[in-house]
């Protein structure tokens, strides 16, 4: 069975910057479409970015856009959640996910990833 690995969280001042990954044991993520999503207390788990297997096509949500970039490693072992000019509002856990069919309508509805990490917090506080 996949299992997923989440690592890169913490503390950052408003207007810094993170990178989490997003790491596979046994297994290439490179056939499989690998989704992040956060949820912050009292709200609910909302996706962030996407990256297909194949082409690599990416998803980011409106609120991330331009500021977020989601890329994998060379290996297919790992993949990256890139974060600049990072906000209060992004606070929150970071969860990364995988599924093996990817719709680009659907790639942020999280009932449809399979296998998902564990978490990493993410808090941004000056």
């Known amino acids: 069975q996949l299992q997923l690995v989440e690592s890169g969280g913490g503390l950052v001042q408003p207007g810094g910057s993170l990178r989490l990954s997003c790491a596979a044991s046994r297994f290439t993520l490179d056939y499989y479409a690998i989704g992040w999503f956060r949820q912050a207390p009292g709200k609910e788990r909302e996706g962030v970015s996407c990256?297909?297997?194949?082409?690599?096509?990416?998803f980011y949500a409106d609120s991330v856009k331009g500021r977020f970039t989601i890329s994998r490693d060379n290996a297919g072992n790992t993949v990256y959640l890139q974060m600049n000019s990072l906000k209060p509002e992004d606070t929150a856990v970071y969860y990364c996910a995988a599924r093996t069919d990817l719709y680009a309508s659907s790639w942020y509805i999280s009932q449809e990833y399979d296998y998902w990490g564990q978490g990493t917090q993410v808090t941004v506080s000056s």
């Open positions: 990256i297909s297997s194949g082409d690599g096509s990416t």
